[in-house]
């Protein structure tokens, strides 16, 4: 991989992950599009660990007391009702489901999971889940009211982002407003119950980069610089945005994705399975 493809795809995935439009199914149809080899799950993984130093970043403050509170809480019993406390046991509990089904999953997701077909589909289906999931939405939870039945929803929602074309966020964002969180707040929790995942995954990919993978260190490292620049700001637009309008504006792009993407690989111009078919 070139430092110019890092780039982009660095690029690309600090645009996309926190938008709920999937960040890897965007790399894989860029890559396939362009003609590039897949870039893999390896350059996937670790590169996402630059947009989520991007949520610690943004999130310090909620993430610093968290932190410091539930450690606090483990020998002061008063804490424990805390929702500090509370949320670093609902992050922790809320991980396992991924955790278990990304090593159990972790051939399908470097084989058949990344088929074109299939990540149009998700996106196309999953955008629409999304749409009818926030335009229903009554009503108006806040971070306060998660508990640990919730936060355990919020998890197993999340395990949804192992198919590529379905996006962390907007998996875990449709498991939110259904279960009636606000926008912010759904986002919110989404973007912090990704944290343990996400560096659990782009640690245990380290190990993958190089050798016989596309991507080296030098392209993998300038990738994930990329996407923690372009990251931080791509959340800080979002959480003011959805402060004040709806998720449709993404749910009609993924739908519209979808739809271009089976339309190309029908005409041969994308070979489901491989790069660029007939150019």
Known sequence: ??????????????????????????????????????????????????????????????????ISVWCRSLF?????????????WYIIIG??????????????????????????????????????????ARRQNEIEDLTLKRGLTFGLFQ???LIPGVSRSGA??????????TRPAAAEFAFLLALPAVFAS??????DIGGDEYAGWGATIVGTLVAFVIGYIVIAWLMKFISTHSFMPFVYYRIALGVVILVLVYFGVLAPEGGAGVV
Do not use: C
């Not at 893999?40 to 610093?64: C, D, H, N, P």
């Not at 804490?79 to 670093?88: F, H, K, P, Q, V």
């Not at 875990?172 to 969180?181: M, S």
């Open 1 to 66: 991989m070139s430092i110019f493809e890092a780039v982009v795809l660095g690029l690309i995935q600090g645009l996309t992950e926190f938008l709920p439009i999937s960040s890897s199914a965007h790399l894989r149809v860029f890559a396939a599009f362009f003609n590039w080899p897949d870039p893999g799950a390896a350059f996937t993984a670790v590169s996402q660990i630059g947009t989520e130093l991007a949520v610690i970043l943004y999130f310090r403050k909620r993430i610093w007391a968290i």
């Open 76 to 88: 002061d019993r008063e804490l424990r009702s805390d929702i500090n406390a509370r949320m670093g």
């Open 95 to 136: 991980t396992i489901p991924i955790g278990v089904l990304g090593l159990l999953l972790e051939d399908q997701i470097e084989g058949v999971f990344r088929d074109l077909r299939l990540i149009a589909l998700n996106l196309i289906i999953f955008g629409i889940i999304l749409g009818l999931v926030d335009h229903l």
């Open 159 to 161: 395990t949804l982002a």
């Open 172 to 181: 875990t964002i449709t498991g939110g407003r259904l279960l009636g969180f």
């Open 202 to 207: 782009g640690l245990y990919k380290l190990f």
